[in-house]
């Protein structure tokens, strides 16, 4: 069956990188994303990657994929107080209605 | 995203009574979905709907049900509210807005609904 699996916290220091680590079970996943919750917030989309890619970078956010281990980070460079947040990873399949499968969420916090 | 609202932002409510949430988009976005947020579980799907009229089932359906009589709202109803849905509800949209693979596969989430049942 569909699983992701996130780590529950992560804390760095102010403008140190910060690496959210996830693991997704189905092969045939087609794209996998990053979400950005921010308190009392709906998601934002991050970033996303499409399965036949290794690495996708954007500004200060790179994503790694590893598909023979089904292993998705997401890099921050330079971490800001304005980075803490929960952020979900996300497979979708290519189904008919594209759903999304989230991970549990990782809440990362910045210490000044 | 501001084109997906949600109504009501906040609402309590007794057990045993009906309660529906509206999400309302104005994106054109063909594919909508109704989440559950609660702690330790990230969000889990509960129903989505590809089209006008056009519903499926998600992963922790038991207890909702939708309806989408036009493309831009999508109705969750709990028919007779319990505690353990007690939640935060988010509404998502995608697909038929923008263009390119990208934005088919993109969901754009509302700002969501607290749920609190007594």
């Known amino acids: 069956g569909e699983d992701v699996e996130q780590s529950l916290f992560l804390s760095v220091r102010e403008g140190d990188s910060s690496v959210i680590n996830c693991t997704y079970t189905d092969s045939s996943s087609t794209y996998l994303y990053w979400y950005k919750q921010e308190p009392g917030a709906g998601l934002q989309l991050l970033t996303y990657?499409?399965?036949?890619?290794d690495m996708k970078q954007d500004q200060r956010l790179t994503v790694l994929l590893n598909k023979k281990d089904k292993h998705l980070s997401l890099r921050i460079a330079d971490t800001q107080t304005g980075d803490s947040a929960i952020y979900f990873c996300a497979e979708s399949m290519s189904g008919s209605a594209r759903q999304l499968t989230f991970g549990s969420g990782t809440q990362l916090t910045v210490l000044p | 995203d501001a084109g997906i609202t949600q109504s009501p932002r906040h609402k309590v409510t007794e057990t045993g009574t009906p309660v529906t949430l509206r999400c309302h988009q104005t994106e054109n976005h063909r594919y909508m979905y109704w989440y559950r947020q609660d702690p330790g579980h990230g969000l889990r799907l509960i129903h989505y709907?590809?089209?006008?009229?056009?519903?499926d089932k998600g992963e922790v359906s038991d207890g909702y049900s939708v309806s989408r009589s036009k493309t831009e709202d999508f109705l969750l109803t709990l028919e007779s509210a319990t505690s353990s849905q007690t939640s935060v509800y988010f509404c998502?949209?995608?697909?038929?807005?923008?263009?390119?693979?990208?934005?088919?596969?993109?969901?754009?989430f509302g700002p969501g609904t607290r749920l609190t049942v007594l």
């Open positions: 709907s590809y089209g006008v009229k056009d519903t």
């Open positions: 998502a949209g995608g697909g038929g807005s923008g263009g390119g693979a990208s934005s088919y596969n993109e969901q754009f």
């Open positions: 990657i499409f399965s036949n890619m």
